[in-house]
């Protein structure tokens, strides 16, 4: 049986190509082991973030490539078509973290009657939230373009949860308004509409490309939208945070020198305008520091016990869901040729940001 997986240069992200690979025999497949076929998945800049960040923080390891070569981890969802597995029937359907593939070979662990773990010896390395499937078979939230919402934001979401949650936690740290970059940007207007929701008196205000404003703007979830160039327009006068997704070091040096010590937190989230200066330099106001998603999950989990976390991001995603529709075009692309010309498109910042891209590499 052939499958196919689409890889990249971990040296150079503009190459990249699909190579044929060939699956197990399925009546050789060894005990508890599962075969799954790759059905959908959503590809966003923080698949590229992946990319970036693949050898320091391991995710090159998840699904391993031949030579100098990587296949990015994608979210999505995936059908069970052969399993050793005595408790995970074939035609099961799992979401989570694959390849970006036509299959992927699971060595089931831990199966639950809703979800499982991949316990492959290669994928321990990291974080175990990428090593969990949810079993969603039925479940009419994973369902048609749910399923979709839920592959292209459910994890980014997640951190949009964190972020806001720990913001409020820390009563803002003093700041009047909160600055999100790559305010177009999934991540950013998830936490922007959860900043937006709490109406606490404290400005919400969008950082953005000028061909992103008219999209920032409609969401309807900013109180101010503002150009990159235009930034040290903005009133220095009252403590700020921000809240980075874009990870411009020349941005970053901008805000900070303009705000001085009334930037009272800075927060590192992601990597979108790849330009993050290897030596940056001492600044003014709070000290960047990265958003470690994990620690505060892990600190909610103590203080909200069993099931405390996923109750509140329940509510709060069927809060954000019903937006989608308004806010997001979503665009299915099927076979090698769409999932390459999706890669390099999001890869040099062609995607329109309401352009929610669900790819498939079986044609
Ligand atoms: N730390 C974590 O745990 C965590 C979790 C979730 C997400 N993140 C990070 O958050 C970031 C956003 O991810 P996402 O999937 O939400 O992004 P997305 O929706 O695909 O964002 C697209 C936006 O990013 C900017 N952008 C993308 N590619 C660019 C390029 N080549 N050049 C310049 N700008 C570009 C543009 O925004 P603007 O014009 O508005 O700048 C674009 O509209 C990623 O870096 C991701 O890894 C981190």
Same mark, same amino acid.
């Given at each position: 049986? $052939?499958?196919?997986?689409?890889i990249?240069?971990r040296n150079?992200l503009?190459?990249c190509?699909?190579?044929?690979?060939?699956?197990?025999?399925i009546?050789?497949?060894?005990?508890?082991?599962?075969l799954?076929k790759v059905?959908?998945?959503? @590809?966003?800049?923080?698949?590229?973030?992946?990319?970036?960040?693949g050898?320091r923080l391991?995710?090159?390891s998840?699904f !391993?490539a #031949?030579?100098?070569?990587?296949?990015?981890?994608?979210?999505?969802?995936?059908?069970v078509?052969?399993?050793?597995?005595p408790?995970?029937?074939?035609?099961e359907?799992l979401?989570?973290?694959?390849? =970006?593939?036509?299959?992927?070979l699971?060595?089931?662990?831990?199966?639950?009657k809703?979800g499982?773990r991949?316990?492959?010896?290669h994928?321990?390395?990291?974080?175990? /939230?990428?090593n969990?499937?949810?079993?969603?078979?039925?479940? +009419?939230?994973?369902?048609? $373009?749910q399923?979709?919402?839920?592959?292209?934001?459910?994890?980014?979401? =997640?951190?949009?949860?964190?972020?806001?949650d720990?913001?409020?936690?820390?009563?803002f740290? &003093?700041a009047?308004s909160v600055?999100?970059s790559?305010?177009s940007?999934?991540?950013?207007? &998830?936490?922007?509409h959860?900043? *937006?929701?709490?109406?606490?008196?404290?400005?919400?205000v969008?950082?953005?490309?000028?061909s992103?404003?008219g999209?920032?703007e409609?969401?309807g979830?900013?109180?101010?939208?503002v150009t990159?160039?235009?930034v040290?327009s903005? #009133?220095?006068?009252?403590?700020?945070a921000?809240?980075d =997704?874009?990870?411009?070091?020349?941005?970053?040096?901008?805000l *900070?020198?303009?705000?001085?010590?009334?930037?009272k937190?800075?927060?590192?989230i992601g %990597?979108?305008?790849r330009?993050?200066?290897?030596?940056? $330099?001492a600044?003014?106001?709070?000290?960047?520091?990265?958003?470690?998603? #994990?620690?505060?999950?892990?600190?909610?989990?103590?203080?909200w016990? #069993? &099931?405390?976390?996923?109750?509140? @991001?329940?509510?709060?995603?069927?809060?954000?869901?019903?937006?989608?529709?308004?806010?997001?075009?979503?665009?299915e692309g099927?076979g +090698?040729?769409?999932? $390459?010309?999706?890669?390099?498109?999001?890869?040099?910042?062609? /995607?329109? !940001?309401?352009? &929610?891209?669900? %790819?498939?590499?079986?044609?």
């Amino acid at each position: 049986m $052939k499958a196919a997986d689409f890889i990249v240069a971990r040296n150079d992200l503009q190459q990249c190509r699909v190579i044929e690979t060939q699956l197990p025999d399925i009546a050789a497949l060894p005990d508890e082991t599962l075969l799954v076929k790759v059905t959908r998945f959503a @590809f966003t800049a923080n698949n590229i973030t992946y990319a970036v960040t693949g050898d320091r923080l391991k995710y090159w390891s998840l699904f !391993p490539a #031949p030579d100098e070569f990587g296949n990015i981890p994608v979210w999505g969802l995936g059908e069970v078509i052969a399993s050793q597995h005595p408790n995970v029937p074939a035609g099961e359907i799992l979401f989570g973290y694959f390849p =970006m593939a036509t299959h992927l070979l699971i060595e089931a662990a831990d199966v639950t009657k809703r979800g499982l773990r991949d316990g492959a010896a290669h994928r321990q390395g990291v974080s175990p /939230v990428y090593n969990a499937y949810a079993r969603v078979s039925g479940d +009419p939230a994973f369902a048609g $373009k749910q399923g979709d919402y839920q592959a292209l934001l459910r994890p980014l979401f =997640m951190l949009s949860f964190m972020v806001d949650d720990f913001l409020a936690e820390n009563e803002f740290f &003093g700041a009047k308004s909160v600055l999100l970059s790559s305010a177009s940007s999934k991540t950013a207007f &998830g936490l922007a509409h959860l900043l *937006h929701l709490r109406r606490n008196g404290i400005k919400v205000v969008g950082l953005t490309s000028a061909s992103n404003v008219g999209f920032v703007e409609s969401l309807g979830c900013y109180d101010e939208v503002v150009t990159y160039d235009r930034v040290t327009s903005l #009133p220095s006068g009252s403590p700020v945070a921000f809240v980075d =997704m874009a990870g411009n070091s020349a941005l970053r040096e901008n805000l *900070h020198r303009h705000f001085d010590a009334q930037m009272k937190y800075s927060g590192l989230i992601g %990597l979108t305008h790849r330009a993050t200066s290897p030596d940056e $330099k001492a600044l003014p106001g709070a000290k960047p520091a990265w958003f470690f998603a #994990p620690d505060q999950m892990r600190k909610r989990a103590k203080e909200w016990g #069993p &099931g405390g976390i996923d109750t509140r @991001f329940g509510a709060a995603w069927s809060g954000f869901a019903p937006n989608l529709d308004r806010w997001l075009k979503v665009t299915e692309g099927r076979g +090698p040729a769409a999932v $390459k010309q999706v890669y390099l498109d999001t890869l040099n910042g062609h /995607v329109p !940001p309401q352009q &929610g891209h669900i %790819l498939s590499l079986a044609s």
